[in-house]
C-alpha cells in the first residue's frame, strides 16, 4: 500500500527564507519530502515579514519534518530565554556589588589623597 501524499503549508519568518533555501536539499533528503519556499507574505504591513513554505511527501514524513521545524523553534526560544535570563543576572549582580561599594570613610585615610576610594562591604 502507498504512503499517502499530503501538502502542508505554512509560514516562517522571512528572514530564515535564505537558510530554508541553502538547507532545501538536506530537509528533502533527510526526511523525504519535498520543499518549496513560495514568497513573501505581508512585506506591505508594518508586522515582520513572513514566508510561505510548503512541503510535500507522505503523511508521516511531512509530520516528521514538522515536528522536527518545532522543536529547532523550541531551541531557538529556549536560547532567547536564557540570554534573557543571563542579561537580568548580569545586571542584578552588577547592582548588588555597587550597592556593598560604599564611599571609604576619609577621615581613617592615612593618606588624605584626596581621591575617592571604595571598598567591598560584605552583607
Known amino acids: 500500500?502507498?504512503?499517502?501524499?499530503?501538502?502542508?503549508e505554512f509560514t516562517a519568518p522571512?528572514?530564515?527564507?535564505?537558510?530554508l533555501?541553502?538547507?532545501?536539499g538536506r530537509i528533502e533528503a533527510l526526511f523525504g519530502v519535498g520543499l518549496a519556499v513560495l514568497g513573501v507574505?505581508?512585506?506591505?504591513?508594518?508586522?515582520?515579514a513572513r514566508i510561505w513554505?510548503?512541503?510535500?511527501?507522505?503523511?508521516?514524513?511531512?509530520?516528521?519534518?514538522?515536528r522536527e521545524?518545532?522543536?529547532?523553534?523550541e531551541r531557538e526560544r529556549e536560547r532567547e530565554r536564557e540570554r534573557e535570563r543571563m542579561h537580568t543576572y548580569l545586571r542584578l549582580l552588577s547592582e548588588e556589588?555597587?550597592?556593598?561599594?560604599?564611599?571609604?570613610?576619609?577621615?581613617r585615610d592615612q593618606k588624605k589623597?584626596?581621591?575617592?576610594?571604595?571598598q567591598y562591604h560584605r552583607t
Open 14 to 19: 522571512a528572514e530564515k527564507a535564505a537558510l
Open 41 to 48: 507574505l505581508g512585506a506591505e504591513e508594518p508586522l515582520p
Open 97 to 107: 556589588t555597587r550597592r556593598n561599594l560604599l564611599p571609604w570613610d576619609r577621615s
Open 1 to 8: 500500500m502507498a504512503a499517502r501524499v499530503v501538502l502542508d
Open 69 to 73: 521545524r518545532e522543536r529547532e523553534r
Open 21 to 24: 533555501e541553502r538547507s532545501r
Open 53 to 66: 513554505l510548503q512541503l510535500r511527501g507522505a503523511q508521516e514524513a511531512v509530520h516528521s519534518a514538522k
Open 113 to 118: 589623597s584626596g581621591t575617592m576610594n571604595l
